[in-house]
């Protein structure tokens, strides 16, 4: 291939990754605390790298429940839930209480405190903005919110971030537990539109530059040959 034809690959690779992200962006749109996906060209301060793209950790709306278990973050940090040796980061903090009382998300996974699982007896607790559960028998907990880093894309998945076992990870002290509360994904609809007729309109562009190119190709080789 030469160089013009890769050029124009290139571009029409980049334009399809775009569209792939804003597909799964737009399946978010609903999704409880999901954030949107990006280009790492628009990486700013406020967005974790991934390989080729970025997550948005803007803060999203924050929806009141009045449900107890339900706990939305206000800041940067992470709730951190595992299931065996599988370890989740999420900001979806739509919880409920198992059949043994740990307390768990919808998939299982359990919420963790500084002393690991988190259980109760009852749903009738109190969790104060520095993420202190306590219920009526004098039972306390403390969660633990994280700071992410930079993350592969693989291991992104439905807004949470997955790993096969416990990384390293920095402790987030300053960001506040609101009870009662969701995040909403922070997924702009308008402008995922935008940026996908632009991509649509960029692939169109790019595949006739490409078929013109090619048919200059052939005609000059046919020139040359005669």
Same mark, same amino acid.
């Given at each position: 291939?030469?160089?013009?034809?890769?050029?124009?690959?290139?571009?029409?690779?980049? /334009?399809? #990754?775009?569209?792939?992200?804003?597909? !799964?962006?737009?399946?978010?749109? !609903?999704?409880?605390?999901?954030?949107?996906?990006?280009?790492?060209? &628009?990486?700013?301060?406020?967005? !974790?790298?991934?390989?080729? *793209?970025?997550?948005?950790?803007?803060?999203?709306?924050? %929806?009141?429940?009045?449900?107890?278990? /339900?706990?939305?973050?206000?800041? !940067?940090?992470?709730?951190?839930?595992?299931?065996?040796?599988?370890?989740?980061?999420?900001?979806?903090?739509?919880?409920?209480?198992?059949?043994?009382?740990?307390?768990? &998300?919808?998939? $299982?996974?359990?919420?963790?405190?500084?002393? $690991? &699982?988190?259980?109760?007896?009852?749903?009738?607790?109190?969790?104060?903005?520095? $993420? %202190?559960?306590?219920?009526?028998?004098? #039972?306390?907990?403390?969660?633990?919110?994280?700071?992410? $880093?930079?993350? #592969?894309?693989?291991? +992104?998945? *439905?807004?949470?971030?997955? +790993?096969?076992?416990?990384?390293?990870?920095?402790?987030?002290?300053?960001?506040?537990?609101?009870?009662?509360?969701?995040?909403?994904? #922070?997924?702009?609809?308008?402008?995922?539109?935008?940026?996908?007729?632009?991509?649509?309109?960029?692939?169109?562009?790019?595949?006739?530059?490409?078929?013109?190119?090619?048919?200059?190709?052939?005609?000059?080789?046919?020139?040359?040959?005669?």
């Amino acid at each position: 291939m030469d160089k013009i034809s890769g050029i124009v690959m290139y571009s029409l690779s980049r /334009d399809m #990754n775009t569209v792939n992200q804003i597909s !799964t962006n737009t399946q978010h749109v !609903t999704t409880t605390g999901f954030k949107a996906l990006l280009a790492s060209d &628009d990486a700013g301060k406020n967005q !974790t790298k991934t390989a080729g *793209q970025i997550i948005n950790l803007s803060q999203g709306e924050l %929806k009141q429940t009045g449900r107890n278990l /339900d706990f939305a973050i206000q800041g !940067t940090g992470w709730f951190v839930l595992k299931s065996g040796k599988t370890v989740a980061l999420t900001r979806n903090g739509q919880f409920q209480l198992d059949g043994a009382g740990y307390v768990v &998300d919808s998939r $299982g996974f359990r919420l963790q405190s500084q002393n $690991g &699982d988190i259980q109760f007896d009852s749903t009738s607790i109190h969790v104060n903005s520095e $993420g %202190k559960i306590s219920d009526p028998s004098g #039972n306390t907990e403390e969660l633990i919110l994280v700071q992410v $880093g930079e993350i #592969n894309p693989e291991q +992104y998945h *439905q807004g949470h971030i997955i +790993y096969e076992k416990m990384p390293r990870l920095d402790i987030d002290s300053q960001s506040q537990i609101l009870q009662g509360y969701l995040e909403q994904s #922070n997924v702009d609809s308008a402008s995922e539109v935008v940026e996908l007729m632009t991509a649509k309109r960029h692939i169109q562009t790019m595949q006739k530059t490409l078929a013109a190119y090619d048919q200059v190709l052939k005609k000059t080789i046919s020139e040359l040959g005669k």
